[in-house]
């Protein structure tokens, strides 16, 4: 009887290298497809929350703006409205960064052009402990503005849990290098930040504005 020829160490390593081969081409398709699922659920995520906005705007038509003006909301009016919700701790997660977003850095710009309503979504990433039963702050005009000369607040508006409005509002302003100053008009960046305060929950959000 022959003696069975068993695999040569050529052999061998061919098919070790088929083997790794077929692994890393599996491996970066899992890759891929995983990734691509993150990126269209966060997508998806997005227009959840414009959808949300436009939920708000639907049920809050005083506070909508007038044709060539802007409003901001933010993600924490919202989910403090219940337009939209988060996960057991209040965050709502982007599942393509695996960040939560920033419920008052996040914001939806609302302008009226011509009587349509037109949505943009800017957002930023950051956990809030921020309690949803804090007030709703809303931003009048753009929450980044561009002017010339000297700028004129359009300010906020506040309400509290109840849907009363919160009159007195916080606000700090500060140049480029963080020194607070109480007029904005020499050529700059500024930041100003808006505060409401009720029931010891308080809310902030800022606004961005560059003189030329």
């Known amino acids: 009887m022959k003696d069975k020829k068993g695999f040569t160490l050529i052999e061998l390593l061919a098919v070790i290298c088929v083997i790794s081969f077929l692994g890393i081409i599996v491996g970066t398709s899992i890759t891929a497809a995983i990734q691509n699922v993150r990126k269209e659920t966060s997508e998806t995520q997005q227009k959840n929350i414009i959808s949300a906005a436009r939920n708000w705007a639907a049920e809050n038509i005083y506070a909508l703006p007038k044709e060539g003006e802007s409003i901001v909301v933010s993600l924490h009016d919202l989910m403090n409205g219940g337009y939209i919700s ?3 701790d209040n965050q709502l997660m982007d599942t393509k960064t695996n960040q939560p977003f920033s419920k008052v850095g996040t914001l939806i710009t609302i302008k009226n052009e011509k009587g349509a309503y037109r949505y943009t979504l800017s957002i930023a990433y950051g956990k809030d402990n921020i309690n949803l039963s804090a007030p709703v ?23 509290d849990q109840q849907g009363n409005e919160i009159t007195e509002i916080e606000t700090k302003i500060e140049d480029q290098n963080g020194v607070v100053v109480t007029t904005i008009n020499n050529p700059g960046t500024y930041t100003i930040t808006y505060t409401a305060t009720s029931k010891d929950q308080s809310t902030t959000i800022k606004r961005t504005v560059v003189v030329k």
């Open 86 to 88: 988060g996960d057991k």
């Open 137 to 159: 702050v809303i931003l009048k005009g753009e929450a980044e503005m561009t002017v010339s000369g000297t700028f004129v607040d359009p300010g906020v508006v506040a309400y």
